[in-house]
């Protein structure tokens, strides 16, 4: 099984790997794709900066970083994966990469909560609901965990 796992550096979205990870640990035999999607440059960053490559190195080393974490703890957990980072609108390019790497699910992490925090949530993660072909497995960072360590259970 090939699962997506879209990283942002929160720890919304490490607590979505560490739940595909214990999912490996209950013996799913899984492997993973990491993706971070960079969103494309602004009017004023092609203004100011004048150099598309430039500008697309930068993003690049900016998702590369976000996705460290989630890279060491799948090579800690000793799980065969690969990552990307696209730049584009983040739905339309998860399905794409779905489609890219053939994937069998989706596991993103989300916040708990309601009201304005759900609705800042929902743009992707609902998006991606709507439009995935596989599954899709959303992960909640409870209120606890928020203060602890991504990935870790409070005691």
Known sequence: ??????????PHALRA??????????????????????????LYE?????DDDAIQQIRSAAGADLLQRAEAMLSAAGVDWE????GGEASTKLVEMI????????????????????ALMGNVTTALLQHSPV???????EEDE?????????A
């Open 135 to 141: 599954p899709v497995t959303v992960v909640r960072l």
């Open 99 to 118: 489609e890219r790497y053939a994937c069998d699910a989706v596991v993103v992490g989300t916040h708990g909560g309601g009201g304005l925090r759900n």
């Open 46 to 50: 092609v203004v100011v900066a004048h």
């Open 17 to 42: 790997v560490a739940h595909a990870l214990q999912l490996v640990k209950e013996g799913l035999r899984a492997e993973f794709v990491l993706v971070n999607v960079q969103s494309p440059a602004s």
């Open 83 to 86: 990552s990307e980072v696209v």
């Open 146 to 154: 928020a203060s602890g360590v991504a990935g870790e259970r409070p």
């Open 1 to 10: 099984m090939k699962i997506l796992l879209p990283v942002d550096g929160s």
